[in-house]
């Protein structure tokens, strides 16, 4: 039920809608709930709502220390 | 697909794999519960548990929705259905869920209930604009995550003028499920929780940090996908052995200390909380589920039709309630498999994906044999 999928923003349409893309599938969504979304923005999509923008920033920095991991064998690249 | 693929990299997990042996001590158990049915669901799918030393264990929550539903619950859609003869509409996962008298929405809409499964809840608004003679009620159902999109519905009818729609609001609250579950007199070892992701891209990590500070019980919110469920179990080893108990958060990509305000804002304005709400396992709790505002009074479903809750016992042999408590595990009820499959859901636990039962009967359960 509060299963998501995070989606990129490719059209901005009226009365607070967008059109998503996720691997060629394209479906409007509403972005009733977000404020500041625009074309190439990802947002996690949830019953036909996108609930928050997605951080590619924070996304990378998560990745970044899951590509360091077993690298040097340490404990130390937690996230806190 | 981006933000999906990367977070499920089967070399990645391996390696989190190692760390998270390398940094377990061996002479302790670890108990943690993952609150959600969406980390239940990842867990069994991409068998985590497998990739975790054997003094880790995963305690599945009551965090999905369809599980916690109480049968008096989909009698009142029903009674909506077959005895308003309105037209019901509802998220995909309620249709299945067993009700009294052998009856399920699926199964009422056999005998002629005008039932229908929406994608969302503007689906139920559009189908009421549709359809001017009949009247449209929204089933609604899920926790923090599927509130809002609710609350735009109510706000959209309200706009819109319309006469002939409502909603049955059922909606429930993380933090009060927890609570319930810390303070139940059977007490469970946990030692921690993986805690939730969509929920808390609309709550934010604040309303966790009582059970950090008062319970003394490390949370740390979790994605969905394998890898941030195991590097949150990770993150969660290291607090208990540091012995912190701190909210931290692993999704950072979605979540932050508030949460989405925008959202809170809108639910607030239509929704308030209920004094109590009966759920599937945990009671009567108080103060654990919103109900609709007297200003939107006229789209409350309980308000316009005569549908007063009736509390309706569990089949007897079903264990859900004990599942959902975290007490026994799904393949420990006598009906698992065997009489209760997804086919033909006995218990609520064996409807939804990512149910308890349905994850384990789908993924986990040859392990076993």
Redesign the interface.
């Known amino acids: 039920?509060?299963?998501?999928?995070?989606a990129?923003v490719i059209e901005l349409r009226e009365g607070d809608k967008a059109l998503v893309e996720?691997?060629g599938v394209k479906k409007e969504i509403?972005l009733?709930?977000?404020?500041h979304v625009a074309v190439g923005d990802?947002v996690?999509v949830?019953?036909?709502?996108a609930?928050?923008k997605?951080?590619?920033e924070?996304?990378a920095?998560?990745?970044q220390?899951?590509?360091e991991?077993?690298a040097a064998?340490d404990?130390d690249n937690?996230?806190? | 697909m981006k933000y999906i693929s990367e977070f499920r990299d089967g070399d990645v997990a391996q390696r989190l794999s190692e760390a998270i042996h390398r940094e377990t001590r061996p002479e302790r158990a670890y108990h943690f519960m993952e609150f959600c049915g969406g980390h239940t669901h990842a867990i069994s799918r991409y068998g985590l548990t497998d990739l975790l030393p054997s003094n880790v264990k995963m305690i599945h929550g009551p965090g999905c929705p369809v599980c916690v539903l109480p049968i008096g619950r989909v009698d009142q859609a029903i009674r909506l259905a077959l005895e308003e003869e309105v037209i019901l509409c509802t998220y995909g996962d309620c249709l299945r869920v067993p009700a009294s008298n052998g009856l399920s929405l699926m199964k009422a809409k056999a005998q002629g209930g005008d039932i229908r499964m929406v994608y969302s809840s503007t689906d139920a608004v559009t189908l009421a604009q549709k359809n001017p003679d009949k009247h449209v009620v929204f089933f609604a159902i899920g926790f923090e995550t599927t509130t809002p999109p609710t609350a735009v519905a109510l706000k959209q009818a309200a706009m819109l003028g319309l006469k002939n729609f409502s909603v049955l609001c059922c909606h429930v609250l993380t933090p009060p499920a927890m609570t319930a579950i810390l303070d139940a007199p059977e007490k469970i070892a946990i030692d921690g929780f993986v805690g939730p992701a969509h929920v808390s891209t609309i709550i934010g990590s604040r309303p966790y940090e009582i059970f950090a500070d008062q319970y003394g019980k490390p949370v740390v919110i979790a994605g969905f996908e394998p890898l941030d469920v195991m590097q949150a179990i990770r993150m969660l080893i290291h607090q208990v052995n540091e012995g912190r108990s701190e909210v931290e958060n692993e999704f950072t990509r979605a979540v932050d200390r508030d949460g989405n305000r925008k959202a809170q804002g809108i639910v607030a304005e239509v929704l308030e909380l209920r004094d109590e709400f009966e759920w599937r396992g945990l009671g009567t709790l108080a103060h654990s589920a919103l109900k609709i505002r007297d200003e939107f009074a006229e789209f409350d479903a309980e308000k316009r039709f005569d549908i007063a809750y009736v509390a309706v016992a569990d089949h007897k042999a079903c264990e859900c309630g004990t599942i959902l408590r975290g007490l026994k595990q799904p393949q420990e009820c006598k009906l698992f498999g065997t009489v209760c499959t997804p086919e033909n859901p006995i218990g609520s636990c064996m409807v939804s994906s990512e149910g308890a039962c349905a994850a384990h009967f789908t993924y986990g359960r040859f392990k076993d044999v």
Do not use: R, W
């Open positions: 039920m509060c299963l998501a999928i995070p990129q996720l691997s509403s009733a709930l977000v404020d990802y996690i949830h019953v036909g709502y609930l928050n997605l951080d590619p924070e996304a920095k998560t990745l220390l899951f590509a991991l077993g064998g404990s937690l996230l806190h």
